[in-house]
């Protein structure tokens, strides 16, 4: 009975004495990683990612041009400046949600600046107690500025190049003014009536002076949508590259007569 017992005793504390030197062989003498064909190119790739790991871009400034269409474009709305800001606040793969705030200028200092010649221009007149040179002038303005939530899927083409297409609901808040204005003769002497002895020098005034008479101006907040398009470059290297992207916009909100288009056209900074 002892010798079975003694030979058990003596495999078990073999066992246990060579057991570590197999479990602390050395990681030089373990096979080598497959790392295919490029061995080479996947090191570099893998110190790449560990110098400059991959972000995100969340944040986007666009910069750019209004183009009014359709309605606005019927009611004479000149194309303007297009300033947006976008911010990412979901993603999953190509997929993500961002929030966007914009405002859209109409143009429109090329054709008050026409109508200042108008009234620089305008006769002066020699009646002393109607001082109307015959002439009218206008002024108009148009802003508007969308707030959306867009739906975003991001398409990569290549290296630190991609394709973006966008699109989702908002609300736009528009601001219009046209105001007309009469050209006088500017400010003189006004008599105050008969029962004033002496007239009222108000001052010498100008050549022209301008008498706004009738001023007409509408807010509207509406319901509305945007989509947008964008090609997509990565400029420069490093942890926090800076991307540039082409984008071109619709954004379309409905009044009680028929639908509002202004068309963008921008450059988006993402970095």
Request: charged content about 15%.
């Amino acid at each position: 009975m002892w010798r079975p017992l003694s030979a058990c005793l003596a495999a078990l504390a073999l066992t246990v004495s060579v057991a570590p030197a197999f479990a602390q062989s050395s990681i030089i003498d373990r096979q080598p990683m497959d790392l295919g064909a490029d061995q080479v190119g996947v090191l570099s790739q893998l110190k790449q990612d560990l110098l400059y790991p991959q972000r995100e871009v969340n944040l986007w400034f666009d910069f750019g041009a209004a183009y009014p269409v359709g309605n606005l474009q019927d009611r004479n709305i000149d194309p303007g400046l297009l300033l947006r800001f976008n911010q990412t606040i979901w993603r999953d793969g190509s997929l993500s949600l961002y929030g966007s705030v914009g405002t859209l200028f109409g143009n429109d200092s090329y054709f008050n600046d026409a109508q200042n010649d108008i009234a620089a221009s305008a006769p002066i007149s020699t009646d002393s107690l109607n001082a109307y040179s015959g002439v009218d002038i206008q002024s108009r303005y148009f802003l508007m500025v969308p707030a959306t939530m867009n739906g975003q899927l991001a398409i990569e083409l290549g290296e630190g190049m991609d394709l973006a297409l966008a699109a989702g609901p908002g609300v736009v808040w528009t601001h219009e003014s046209m105001v007309t204005s009469a050209v006088n003769n500017g400010v003189g002497s006004v008599n105050l009536g008969s029962t004033t002895a002496d007239p009222l020098v108000t001052g010498p005034g100008g050549e022209q002076g301008i008498s706004p008479y009738a001023i007409r101006t509408q807010s509207r907040f509406n319901l509305g949508w945007d989509a947008r398009a964008g090609l997509g470059f990565k400029v420069g290297k490093g942890s926090r590259p800076l991307w540039v992207r082409g984008t071109v916009s619709g954004t379309t909100y409905y009044t009680n007569t028929r639908p509002s288009t202004n068309l963008g056209f921008a450059l988006s900074f993402g970095r």
